[in-house]
């Protein structure tokens, strides 16, 4: 549990919190580009699927911008959290519909080297932004910046999924696992709309050095490096 941060921290919290979520903004627009396009080139729901959500990462990411260029942040918390959901409903309802007309249909995609390569590059990009995204979400007691980074690392799940049903489809011929991995894509993000709606998440922000600890669940509760608050 980390102390509540002086008001000076929290400035400096709040700068961190827009540096990323506008890294995260920056990175999103060119894999949901690159993804989107090369999905429409190969006929991959799952790789149109795979940039969808990047256009909803990014939307995430302005949010957070949007909630932290107010002067009380804390006072866009809820309805931050609640854009964040409708962006995942929205993700969902696309990709879902869109999977399973493909495979209905029984169409095969292309293979997509340019998408396989974009699901790496994902891969390795992704866990190193949401750790710190999570760690500037607890230290500041943020739920909308800790859902940030939950996209963040959804993210680097759905590049493997994603990254899985290209290859299978690239070396064996598995057409049907492009859609399936769309549809993996669009029910992990009913799930994460459904917590963002309902606010859950880490509900433990700072508390002051030696208050009662309260039950944190999940482990986004971790012991940090504290900001203790000055002495007198």
């Known amino acids: 549990m980390t102390a509540v941060p002086t008001p000076g921290e929290r400035a400096r919290l709040g700068r961190r919190a827009q540096l990323l979520a506008g890294a995260s903004v920056?990175?999103?627009?060119?894999?949901?580009?690159?993804?989107?396009?090369a999905g429409l080139a190969a006929?991959?729901?799952?790789?149109?699927?795979?940039?969808?959500d990047s256009v909803v990462e990014v939307s995430s990411g302005l949010v957070?911008?949007?909630q932290f260029r107010s002067r009380l942040p804390e006072s866009r918390e809820r309805q931050a959290l609640r854009l964040m959901a409708l962006s995942f409903f929205a993700l969902a309802a696309y990709v879902g519909v869109e999977s399973v007309r493909a495979l209905l249909s029984g169409g095969d995609p292309d293979a997509s080297p340019v998408g396989i390569g974009l699901a790496i590059a994902s891969?390795?990009?992704m866990p190193f932004l949401?750790?710190?995204?999570?760690?500037t979400?607890?230290?500041?007691?943020?739920?909308?910046?800790?859902?940030?980074s939950t996209q963040t690392l959804l993210c680097t799940y759905l590049s493997a999924v994603l990254l899985a049903g290209l290859l299978l489809n690239a070396t064996?011929?598995?057409?049907?696992?492009?859609?399936?991995?769309?549809?993996?894509?669009?029910?992990?993000a009913v799930r994460e709309g459904r917590a963002a709606w309902r606010g859950e998440g880490c509900g433990c922000g700072p508390v002051v050095a030696g208050a009662p600890a309260e039950p944190c669940?999940?482990?986004?509760?971790?012991?940090?490096?504290s900001l203790q608050l000055p002495t007198r």
Do not use: K
């Not at 064996?172 to 992990?188: E, T």
């Not at 669940?217 to 490096?225: E, H, K, L």
């Open 172 to 188: 064996l011929g598995w057409g049907w696992a492009d859609p399936v991995a769309g549809l993996v894509i669009a029910a992990v």
């Open 123 to 125: 891969l390795v990009v």
């Open 64 to 66: 957070i911008l949007w």
């Open 26 to 37: 920056t990175y999103n627009v060119i894999e949901a580009v690159v993804a989107v396009a």
């Open 137 to 148: 979400g607890r230290a500041l007691g943020s739920q909308a910046v800790g859902a940030d």
């Open 217 to 225: 669940a999940d482990g986004c509760c971790a012991p940090v490096q």
């Open 130 to 135: 949401s750790w710190a995204q999570r760690r």
């Open 43 to 52: 006929g991959s729901v799952a790789l149109i699927g795979f940039g969808l």
